[in-house]
């Protein structure tokens, strides 16, 4: 009986800290649990991540591959060092820059693949486009391909402004030629055929001055340089000009 009574009396006095105990217990063992449960999702959340920088990775390095591959396919994004003798027109890199309607390629440039003394473009204007209005200091001789349009030419450069320009039609199979700095713009009039020119400039590369319209002061027009086409390789300097 006295052990009995003991054993009640000890029951008694110890029972709330046994289930105090057992209750920590319970709730360390499920913390326990869940911290194991986020390791788990933390290392595969991490493992995730690390085979996505992976694979992005990859992807980086593949398109850096890719490109320099495109670069040294078509020798035309900055190939001062020099481009091969014969290319397909095709194969180089055409672009329309900011310009509605235009595509562009650089066929010979002297940012772009070292020439000294010309630079040859070959472009295509959609109906209704053409150049901005402009001027600079260097020849430029056009040999239209294909379609039809009008230039715009303004002889007025010792005036203030360029003034009314005097209109040529070109077609196909035509070449003209703009004199230094005369203000100009070339533009497809033709609503139903792109037209295509190749165009020569002498003493590249351009820096082209461009109006809002013909009653623009010369002195407000605003310089363009780079040209879009050279911004990508503008951090090359020019090549020196060879005596001649
Ligand atoms: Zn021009």
Not at 121 to 136: D, F, K, S, Y
Request: proline fraction near 7%.
């Amino acid at each position: 009986m006295l052990q009995s009574d003991l054993q009640i009396y000890v029951n008694y006095i110890f029972f709330p800290f046994r289930t105090l105990y057992l209750r920590a217990n319970r709730v360390t063992e499920r913390s326990i649990a869940k911290v194991k449960r986020e390791a788990q999702t933390n290392q595969t959340t991490i493992f995730l991540q690390a085979r996505i920088m992976g694979c992005e990775m990859l992807i980086l390095f593949a398109a850096l591959l890719f490109s320099a591959a495109v670069a040294t396919a078509d020798g035309s994004l900055c190939a001062t060092d020099g481009i091969p003798i014969v290319r397909n027109i095709s194969e180089i890199t055409q672009d329309s820059f900011p310009i509605p309607g235009l595509s562009h390629i650089t066929v010979a440039g002297a940012l772009a693949h070292g020439f000294k003394e010309v630079e040859i473009w070959l472009e295509t204007v959609a109906p209704g486009g053409g150049t901005p209005i402009h001027r600079h200091s260097c020849e430029e001789v056009f040999v239209v391909l294909k379609g039809s349009g009008t230039l715009y030419l303004a002889s007025n450069s010792h005036l203030k402004y360029p003034g009314t320009p005097q209109e040529f039609p070109i077609f196909a199979n035509s070449t003209f030629h703009i004199p230094v700095n005369d203000v100009h713009r070339v533009w497809n009039t033709n609503e139903h055929e792109g037209l295509h020119f190749l165009v020569v400039i002498s003493r590249p590369p351009m820096k082209a001055f461009i109006y809002d319209d013909w009653s623009m002061p010369h002195s407000a027009a605003k310089l363009k340089f780079p040209l879009f086409w050279d911004e990508k390789c503008y951090h090359q300097a020019p090549p020196a000009k060879d005596e001649l």
